[in-house]
């Protein structure tokens, strides 16, 4: 396979993870606004957990951006992801804000 196809697939999958997060966080804000709060709600929080681990392990970097990055040499924010750039450069601050929602709307409906 050809750097660029390398590339290629590493981009799919790391878009493919992105969409699953996606779900997953706008599952557990639905929940908690909804006060549905289930095992679901507390094995995405999981999930979400160890996605930060993860990130913290890699110094705020995804696994698969330090794969990719021995195929590209693009100093853009998206050179890894199918993402417009500035969801790409922005994408942690607006998840860990939207995550942050969550645990306050949670810790609400758990002490209320």
Do not use: Q
């Not at 930060?52 to 110094?59: R, Y």
């Not at 970097?61 to 450069?89: G, Q």
């Amino acid at each position: 396979m050809t750097s660029t196809g390398k590339l290629t697939a590493i981009k799919l999958v790391h878009t493919a993870i992105w969409i699953f997060f996606n779900v997953v966080i706008f599952y557990l804000l639905y929940a908690v606004i909804a006060d549905k709060i289930d095992k679901w709600v507390w094995i995405g929080l999981g999930l979400f957990l160890i996605e930060g681990i993860v990130l913290l392990v890699f110094k705020m970097k995804c696994p698969l951006t330090v794969v990719a990055r021995n195929y590209s040499a693009s100093d853009k924010d998206n050179f890894d992801i199918y993402l417009p750039n500035w969801l790409a450069k922005y994408n942690k601050i607006i998840y860990t804000s939207i995550l942050f929602v969550i645990i306050l709307i949670l810790i609400y409906r758990l002490l209320v």
